[in-house]
């Protein structure tokens, strides 16, 4: 079965720094990778995703991420974060076999001061 | 394209009742599936309907079912509520079917639930 691991609970950052959020996944089959941000009292909203191609891929809010498949890591970044971009983050995992179920990691907590 | 709702948006419920959710997915998704968000479990999947049948489903008990209409629209039913089924119970759609874009799931603002 798959699993997520969000290493960082908390991430705490100053306004116009540079941040990642650390993700790794274990599955023993090919896998889509997601990273979905929460704000208080909302849903999941989808940052990015990898479904094939580019290991590069970009996201909304000015945020990327790597896939890593010899380390089996999504690294999520962003070069300069905003106080906006204070959030719960969450990387999901989903094995390519035909359903659509989601695994989480724990989540991060980034918290942007000035 | 209007997103993801769920109805409703917040509901106190009492031991022992039973209560149902309801999702309406992204117009032209077939597939919704549902998770169950609490600070000591995280997100976890409860199901998933595609075509009106249930293709996978979590680690929970019997009292957590649901279903699919011909409108891909979605309940799920909690019964004999526990107090330990607060949570946010969130709905989310795919487009299903085959190909890596059917893995998109888009989520909607979810369903507060408080048992009492």
């Known amino acids: 079965a798959q699993s997520v691991t969000q290493l960082d609970s908390q991430v705490p950052v100053f306004e116009e720094a540079p941040v990642e959020l650390r993700c790794n996944y274990s599955?023993?089959?090919?896998?889509?990778l997601f990273w979905y941000v929460q704000y208080p009292n909302q849903g999941l909203q989808l940052l990015l995703k990898?479904?094939?191609?580019?290991?590069l891929v970009k996201g909304i809010n000015g945020f990327e991420a790597e896939f890593n498949k010899s380390q089996t890591s999504f690294h999520l970044r962003k070069p300069s974060v905003h106080i906006s971009d204070t959030a719960e983050y969450f990387c999901a995992v989903s094995e390519n076999t035909g359903f659509q179920k989601l695994v989480f990691g724990t989540g991060t907590r980034l918290l942007v001061s000035p | 394209k209007a997103g993801v709702t769920q109805t409703p948006r917040y509901l106190i419920k009492t031991r022992g009742q039973q209560v149902t959710l309801s999702c309406s997915p992204i117009?032209?998704?077939?597939?919704v599936s549902w998770y169950q968000q609490t600070p000591g479990q995280g997100l976890q999947f409860l199901f998933e309907y595609f075509s009106e049948t249930q293709r996978n489903k979590g680690n929970f008990p019997g009292r957590f079912s649901g279903r699919q209409f011909s409108n891909s629209r979605s309940e799920m039913n909690v019964s004999t509520l526990e107090l330990g089924d607060s949570a946010l119970y969130l709905c989310?759609?795919?487009?299903?079917?085959?190909?890596?874009?059917?893995?998109?799931?888009?989520f909607g603002p979810g369903t507060r639930l408080t048992v009492t």
């Open positions: 117009s032209g998704h077939r597939s």
């Open positions: 599955s023993s089959v090919s896998v889509y």
């Open positions: 990898y479904l094939s191609g580019s290991t």
């Open positions: 989310a759609s795919s487009r299903g079917g085959t190909g890596a874009k059917s893995y998109e799931q888009y």
